[in-house]
């Protein structure tokens, strides 16, 4: 993977601290403008190509508002995921449960504290 960063306080310094629970795991990989997730079960995109890996930046405020045009948890989570991984809501829909779980523990980290801007 080009650019990937993988050393342990890189990671740390780049991203923050609330990203440390994520080093290790072997599906997530962090580069220096967006944390990849490898998924188990790839995805067709709206224009029929396999998507296998998600390239989640930082939700911006416009993503975050978003959530609040639909009702229930999974749903605001499946907008908000959609937003950061720049796909849409029907893709977001088809990906199993574990890489869905995976990838909003990803957006969590943004939004729990952690380095919200890369090197800053």
Not at 38 to 46: E, G
Not at 48 to 71: C, F, H, N, W, Y
Request: hydrophobic residues 45%.
């Amino acid at each position: 993977m080009d650019n990937e960063i993988t050393d342990r306080e890189a990671i740390i310094e780049t991203w923050g601290e609330e990203f440390a629970e994520l080093i290790g795991r072997r599906r997530v990989h962090f580069t220096p403008d967006a944390v990849i997730v490898a998924l188990k079960k790839p995805v067709t995109n709206s224009e029929g190509q396999t998507v296998s890996e998600l390239r989640i930046a930082e939700p911006t405020a416009a993503q975050m508002q978003a959530m609040d045009t639909v009702k229930g948890e999974v749903a605001k989570g499946v907008v908000l995921l959609a937003g950061a991984a720049d796909m849409v809501d029907s893709q977001v829909l088809k990906m199993a449960g574990g890489d869905f779980t995976l990838a909003m523990e990803v957006v969590g980290c943004f939004l729990s504290g952690g380095q919200l801007t890369p090197g800053t």
